[in-house]
């Protein structure tokens, strides 16, 4: 899994539907989310540290899980299927642990709010990340390619044995 950050709210171009933009800690991929007007605002409200005079959802949320001293662990976005991601929180109270289905927009919203880290699997980076920086990637890759054509078979003996044990 990868942690990733919020790094703000973009409006599609052609539909100017608002997309959460999040990036890995080196700031080389970014993974673009379509999400709704209302969660785009609540999640924008929770980036700019706005209370509202009473607690909306995303708030009343968080109140439920402190009055019931519940922590939220982590966010997951553990999948993309047919265009559509798929999250889950990850709640403890006490010793017990449990994961709880919810769209990556309110887990955002919450995660934010309770300053808990979003995760997203490796699976669904590769699938739907953009990349941010490519001079970094073609240098990684460049430096792969070079790590590989250097490679004999007689280091990896030497690193990984013979299998004879």
Excluded: C
């Amino acid at each position: 899994m990868i942690e990733m950050k919020v790094a703000g709210i973009a409006l599609d171009a052609i539909t100017r539907s608002p997309i959460v933009l999040l990036k890995d800690a080196s700031d080389r991929r970014a993974l673009p989310i379509y999400i709704g007007q209302e969660q785009a605002r609540a999640i924008m409200s929770a980036l700019e540290n706005q209370k509202p005079p009473r607690p909306l959802t995303h708030d009343l949320i968080v109140n439920i899980l402190e009055t019931w001293n519940m922590t939220l662990e982590r966010v997951i976005i553990h999948s993309l299927q047919k265009d559509t991601f798929y999250a889950a929180l990850i709640v403890q109270q006490g010793e017990v642990k449990k994961e709880i289905d919810a769209r990556p927009s309110d887990a955002i919203a919450i995660a934010l709010r309770t300053n808990t880290p979003i995760w997203v699997m490796e699976e669904v980076v590769a699938d739907a990340s953009i990349p941010v920086d490519r001079d970094a990637d073609e240098a990684e890759q460049q430096a792969f390619r070079e790590f590989i054509s250097n490679l004999r078979p007689e280091d990896l003996i030497k690193r990984f044995g013979n299998g004879d044990s």
